[in-house]
Structures are given as structure tokens and as C-alpha cells.
């Protein structure tokens, strides 16, 4: 039963602090995408990969947030230094973009952070 | 700017009624639009995708419709059940070769038994 696993599930950590969430996308799958959401914002895009290559990281606060493929079974979003502003349910979800085609998006289950 | 706007935020309806659902937007030119549902505490969930020069696309009891001129989506569920109640969320996405998927703010459905 293939599905996107994000690591941690839930992440409380200090203000100030690295906060390191990961993303297995699904085997086979050449996009992968970054979402957060809050309540007051929905789901908003932070950054999207084709084939491990950045195509848009516009929607990153780019002074604290860094997104990564080192391979490409593992995606990496990473918030340093954190602030409770940044406390939100993180998305990681993969799909396969064939040419001329489109991509249905699997989701992860989300990593909850919440930065006190 | 581009928006994508979904008419309310919650909807209430009876067992056995048709939910109409609906996603506009502006300054946009989507190559193709999708439905997803969220449940709480999970993450979305796929359900349909219309692309530009379709007009119609069904799936069993669910209905997508996407009008290019009107700038606008309707999904609708037939013969909607309690265990539709769910939030329902459009995505846009520009291209083919660079669908950065954009999401529209959420209906949440409530079908009452």
C-alpha cells in the first residue's frame, strides 16, 4: 500500500530552535510538494520539486526556511531559527507529472509543529 | 493577484440532497483544476481532476464542472450521505509543466442524517 510518510507526526520545540521535518514521497513519484496549514491561512504552497530539482520555493520565508531532495526517496523542510508564528500542520505530498499529463497529489499525514 | 475562492465556508444540507459546491478564481489561467477531501487531523485526499477544454467529468456520485469563461468549478455530490461530511478544497494548477497545485480555502459539508 504505497503512501507519503512524514517524520515527526507531532514536534513541539522551543523558539530559536532547528526544527527538521522529512518526507518519503511514494516510490516512482517525480513531484514532490510542501503545504502548511492553518486555520487562518488554509493550505498554503511553501515549495515544489520535479525530479529532486527546486521549481518554486517562492512561497518559503527564504531567510528561515530551507527545502531539500538529497535523494529521491527523502525530502527535507527545515525552519531555523523557529518562531511560534511558524506553528502550523506541514504537508508533504508526491505525484507523478508525466509530459502533457497532470498530477494527482498523494498527502502525507502531516507533521503538527507548535513552537512555544 | 491570483485568487482562488470557494463560496462558503460550510454548507449544511439534508441526507438524500444534492451538495453543490463552488471554486472561482481570478487573474488565473489553470491548465487543470482538482477536488480534494480533507478529513480532521488527515491530509487531503484526491478525488477528481478536469482539465481546461473539459467540460464535464464524473466519478460514481460526484460531478465536476469547469467553466474557462466564468472562471469557475462546481463539484457536486449526489444522493449525498452523513459520511460525505468532510471539508472539500479546489486546487489549481497553471500547466502542465510547472503545476505548482494552489488551494482555495475549503467548504466544510455537513450532510445531516
Known amino acids: 500500500d504505497a503512501r507519503v510518510t512524514q517524520t515527526p507526526r507531532h514536534k513541539v520545540t522551543e523558539m530559536g530552535q532547528e526544527v527538521t521535518m522529512r518526507c518519503q514521497p511514494i516510490?516512482?513519484?517525480?513531484?514532490v510538494f510542501w503545504y502548511r496549514q492553518t486555520m487562518m491561512q488554509g493550505l498554503e504552497l511553501l515549495a515544489y520539486?520535479?525530479?529532486?530539482?527546486?521549481?518554486?520555493d517562492s512561497g518559503m520565508p527564504k531567510d528561515r526556511f530551507s527545502a531539500e531532495m538529497p535523494d529521491a526517496t527523502l525530502a527535507t523542510l527545515k525552519i531555523q531559527p523557529s518562531e511560534p508564528r511558524d506553528s502550523a500542520v506541514y504537508f508533504c505530498?508526491?505525484?507523478?507529472?508525466?509530459?502533457?499529463?497532470?498530477?494527482?497529489?498523494?498527502f502525507g499525514q502531516g507533521t503538527r509543529l507548535t513552537v512555544v | 493577484s491570483q485568487k482562488i475562492e470557494q463560496n462558503s465556508e460550510a454548507l449544511n444540507i439534508q441526507e438524500g440532497k444534492t451538495a453543490t459546491l463552488t471554486c472561482n478564481y481570478t487573474?488565473?489561467?489553470?491548465?487543470?483544476l482538482q477536488w480534494y477531501r480533507q478529513d480532521p487531523g488527515r491530509g487531503p485526499v484526491f478525488l477528481l481532476l478536469?482539465?481546461?477544454?473539459?467540460k464535464e467529468k464524473r466519478k460514481e456520485r460526484l460531478k465536476v464542472t469547469f467553466d474557462t469563461t466564468l472562471k469557475q468549478s462546481l463539484f457536486h455530490i449526489t444522493a449525498s450521505q452523513p459520511a460525505d461530511s468532510a471539508t472539500y478544497l479546489c486546487?489549481?494548477?497553471?500547466?502542465?509543466?510547472?503545476?505548482?497545485?494552489?488551494f482555495g480555502a475549503g467548504t466544510r459539508l455537513t450532510v445531516k442524517p
Open positions: 505530498a508526491s505525484g507523478l507529472a508525466l509530459t502533457g499529463g497532470a498530477t494527482e497529489a498523494f
Open positions: 516510490l516512482g513519484h517525480n513531484t
Open positions: 520539486f520535479r525530479n529532486r530539482a527546486p521549481l518554486d
Open positions: 487573474n488565473y489561467s489553470p491548465a487543470y
Open positions: 478536469i482539465r481546461e477544454n473539459e
Open positions: 486546487a489549481l494548477s497553471r500547466s502542465d509543466n510547472n503545476n505548482d497545485m494552489r
